[in-house]
């Protein structure tokens, strides 16, 4: 199984403190942002071996220039399994999951769990098939949120969804044209929230294993938000009503 090459200040700086087998760490020889001094520290701790390294040997290693200084070598991501987390879950706290229906932009995939990540989400579920899985861009794009929450990757995500309802789940999908309002719906108990596809949104048959469909009110501009930042937006008004409770 072939390792993966993270890069930039977040991402590293979470897969250290993280669980995640690290074997090298890369820093930009001319580099002086104090930030990369703190994680050549936090590699040395953990006895991680560090290389100085020119830019352009940085930016063939990430594969793109966006490395911020600092590369890192890691073992894969692991995807965390479902029932392990339902097994794992204590029963007196309520569940708070995103399900991802399709998003196949891995800059979208990555802003989705940073936000489920800051909303205090306890599990991200993502399907195997045409959809974007964890790589190093989804990392770059979630600021190393993904080595923060689990992430979850299924081979069908409508049994995702009904294995879910019997932990006691409410399962509300996000539709434009829906017509109840998402302001108006109780998003306190188990929970998990669907986001489909930037284009075609939630497919037909995940639809119909929703309990319910939620519009985003808008006031004007553009007739659609982007996957991310529609997703952003429940996540965040579910976060506060959940705190409130």
Known sequence: MKDDILYGVNPVREALRGSRKAFELFVQTSGTDHR??????LAEEQGVPVHRRDRADLERLAGNPHHQGVVLRVAPFAYTDLEDFLSAHQADD??????????QDPQNLGALIRSAACAGVQGVIIPKDRACGVTPVVEKASAGAVETVPVMQVTNLVQALERLKLAGCWAYGLAGEAGKNLYTTDFCGNLVVVVGSEGEGIRP???????GL??????????SLNASVAGGIVLFEAARQRCKS
């Open 214 to 223: 939620l519009a985003i009110p808008q006031y004007g501009g553009v007739s």
């Open 94 to 103: 309520a569940l708070f999951l995103l399900a991802l229906d399709g998003i």
């Open 36 to 41: 990369i001094a703190k994680l050549t520290a």
């Open 205 to 211: 048959l995940v639809r119909k294993h929703c309990d």
